[in-house]
């Protein structure tokens, strides 16, 4: 495996880093488990519908509404568990996340062409020891990382189809967003779009 670009210290990004073949079968994989656990615009705690469409493979699956942002075990719509994680998947994360305790989350970021996500924190796992493991599929996404306050310095990095990047150590919680994509920019996804994978641990380990 080819040695990752650190953009900022514990960025670190693999350009390229899943075969044509590779991404085409996620996709695939992706789009069929959201037939069973379908994608939706959760509202923030402030009321207002995401930009990005989102659900989730594994044992846990992300959620917001006027509760607040949180993990649970079943879909919000369907009351069914989520679907599971495509052994690909868990493969990466086995050899770039942490060998030894699996991810129990894996996030899905559904962006259309006017989608974006603005800078955050991944703070809702119980140990940030572990990684968040980044896939990127279809359009390019125009992704912007910073430091763990909003006051810190930003940079701009283009993430495109294939691309796996990982946050760790200093840059764990550091705020990162997507600033746009780029539509157009891939056929992979039927009907355009990007399609953003997250791997995490949520629970301890």
């Not at 959201?34 to 994608?39: G, L, S, W």
Request: proline residues 11%; charged residues 20%; glycine residues 10%.
């Amino acid at each position: 495996m080819m040695n990752p670009v650190s953009l900022v210290p514990g960025f670190d990004l693999w350009p390229g880093l899943l075969s044509p073949d590779a991404q085409a079968a996620l996709v695939v994989a992706v789009l069929d488990a959201a037939k069973i656990a379908p994608a939706a615009h959760y509202a923030t705690p402030y009321g207002k519908a995401m930009s990005v469409a989102m659900t989730s493979l594994g044992p846990l699956g992300w959620t917001s509404d006027a509760a607040g942002y949180r993990y649970a075990e079943r879909h919000p719509g369907t009351g069914a568990p989520w679907p599971d994680m495509p052994q690909a998947l868990l493969d990466l994360w086995t050899a770039l996340g942490d060998p030894n305790v699996p991810p129990d989350a894996c996030l899905v970021n559904l962006y259309g062409p006017e989608a974006r996500m603005s800078l955050h924190q991944d703070r809702d796992e119980a140990d940030p020891h572990f990684p968040v493991l980044s896939i990127s599929l279809g359009d390019t996404a125009v992704f912007r990382i910073g430091g763990t306050s909003r006051k810190d310095p930003t940079r701009s990095v283009r993430l495109a189809s294939g691309d796996v990047c990982r946050l760790s150590g200093p840059a764990r919680l550091a705020f990162h967003g997507v600033d746009r994509i780029l539509p157009g920019s891939s056929r992979l996804v039927p009907d355009g779009g990007r399609i953003n994978l997250t791997l995490r641990r949520a629970r301890p380990g």
